[in-house]
């Protein structure tokens, strides 16, 4: 089995602009097919290669240009200044989960499976899928349906898992499949709703969204100018957040001009327009079909 396949990935080396001599990071190593990519680019520089999960590291090249993190990336600042880099040419993050997490049954992430929830990027994370939906507030249940998932009938989803847990407890994917089928809005497609609450859930249990934000606001600080910023989404959610702060270094809207009304944005759009996989690429891929990449350069 496949461990990943890498989305978008000329186009991804190709946004990160290697420097043959450049220290870059690959915040999200999986499968390791960008990190390859990259180290085929490098000479004499480095490469730091994050994952979270204790499976990727086997993927690990063996390389002296090549260091793997086992860690997750937030605390790539730390690790950064441990291996001695001051600042670094380029960061590329490839977002959520690999082929390796789906296809991998009794990790838990995978309506397909009749495993038990789980969903933890990081084995040895303590919040799981499955406490999520047992324990949580009705307020926070509805909150991460509507905003991870965007599933319109939040609510009445809610209220059936908060009905169903009383009596028992929703341990396994089918147990929340079969709640999920009772509450299936007319014109949705099953597989759709279900992918819907189990993204919305994958993303509360690995915090995704504020990881994702701590990476944008470290990135500041770590990228000498003419440095890259390299990111593959794969929901509107992260894509705006990374639009945004692309646009205007922050998560507003707003850009912040000077006194003679220039722009003060600490990046230059490499990609004005999103980057998206050719026809071709999602034949080959059919998953790399919602990957949308942005680049952006340090000024
Ligand atoms: C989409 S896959 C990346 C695949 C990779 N680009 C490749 O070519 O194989 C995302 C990987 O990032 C890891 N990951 C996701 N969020 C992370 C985080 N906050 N810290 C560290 N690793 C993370 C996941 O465990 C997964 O292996």
């Given amino acids: 089995m496949e461990y ?105 992430f995978s309506f397909r499976f009749n495993e038990k929830l789980d969903m ?35 609510k009445y989803l809610t209220e059936k898992i908060i009905y169903t847990r009383t009596s028992s407890k929703i341990v396994t994917c089918d147990d929340l499949r079969t709640v999920a089928m009772a509450c299936l809005p007319n014109n949705v497609q099953e597989k759709k709703y279900l992918a819907q609450i189990f993204q919305a859930l994958r993303i509360e249990v690995n915090d995704e969204i504020r990881v994702l934000k701590e990476l944008l606001r470290n990135s500041l600080d770590l990228l000498n100018p003419g440095g890259r910023l390299v990111i593959i989404t794969y929901h509107s959610l992260e894509d705006r957040l990374v639009k945004q702060f692309m646009k205007t270094g922050d998560f507003t809207n707003e850009i912040e001009k000077d006194f003679f009304g220039n722009s003060k944005s600490p990046f230059k759009l490499i990609n004005k327009k999103v980057i998206v996989p050719s026809e071709e690429e999602i034949a080959i891929n059919p998953r790399s079909r919602s990957a949308k990449l942005r680049i952006a350069e340090k000024i």
């Fill in 4 to 108: 990943h396949i890498p989305a978008l990935l000329s186009e991804t080396i190709d946004g990160l602009n290697i420097k043959s001599s450049g220290v870059y990071v690959d915040v999200t190593f999986g499968g390791g097919g960008h990190s390859n990519a990259t180290l085929k680019k490098l000479k004499k520089g480095y490469l730091l290669g994050f994952d979270q999960d204790e499976d990727a590291e086997k993927n690990a090249p063996d390389d002296e240009r090549f260091i793997f993190v086992r860690n997750n990336y937030r605390f790539i600042k730390n690790y950064v200044r441990y291996c001695n880099f001051d600042k670094v040419d380029g960061i590329l993050a490839d977002l959520g989960v690999s082929f390796h997490h789906f296809d991998t049954a009794d990790r838990g």
């Fill in 120 to 154: 933890r990027m990081d084995k040895d994370a303590e919040l799981t899928a499955q406490e999520i939906v047992n324990s949580y507030t009705r307020e926070k249940l509805i909150d991460l349906f509507y905003q991870y998932g965007e599933i319109n009938n939040a």
